[in-house]
């Protein structure tokens, strides 16, 4: 693959998804991300004003070393999204859809398996790092979501905020 090794990566996540959702689940996720200090790219708040958002974007999957996409009924007629697709597949970065309700999965990515988004957009990330394992990430990704990990089960096993 062309580009950066994992450890010269600058994002762990490239959140991809249609701009309809950014309110909801991929607002949320996004935000968990970044209270872990995990580094992800959501196009809508991380391209930066006054540059050409397509190479934004294609720069973005290149130095990430997870896609995740979010399939909902708003992302099935996104232009952005499918191509964005197409591009990590050729990429060859890991796929991670991530699916809302019954939407159903076509083109690509649909014999791949998916995380279904859950109410609690923390229990979705938790599903979405225990499927990490199988997935070769830098060291730096790996201890970050380790602790994150760590910590929810802490919290499951003892409760607490």
């Known amino acids: 693959m062309a580009g950066k090794s994992k450890a010269g990566k600058r994002y762990v996540f490239f959140v991809s ?7 909801d689940d ?5 935000k968990i991300l970044d209270t872990c200090k995990i580094q992800n ?9 006054g540059k050409c ?24 007629s996104s232009p ?23 939407v159903v999965i076509k083109g690509l990515i649909e014999s791949t398996k998916y ?14 790092f225990s499927k990490l394992g199988k997935i070769s990430l830098s060291k730096t990704a790996e201890a970050a979501i380790g602790a994150v990990v760590g910590a929810l089960e802490l ?3 003892y409760g607490g905020p």
């Open 17 to 23: 998804h249609s701009t309809k959702d950014l309110k």
């Open 26 to 30: 991929v607002g949320e996720v996004g």
């Open 41 to 49: 790219f959501v196009a809508d708040r991380d391209a930066p004003v």
């Open 53 to 76: 958002l397509p190479d934004e974007v294609k720069k973005a999957i290149i130095e990430s070393e997870v896609f995740l996409v979010f399939l909902t009924k708003n992302s099935k």
């Open 80 to 102: 952005w999204v499918n191509q964005e697709i197409g591009y990590a597949l050729g990429r060859d970065l890991p796929v991670i859809p991530l699916r809302k309700g019954k």
């Open 115 to 128: 995380v279904q988004i859950q109410e609690n957009p923390l229990k979705t990330m938790t599903e979405v």
């Open 155 to 157: 919290k499951d096993k």
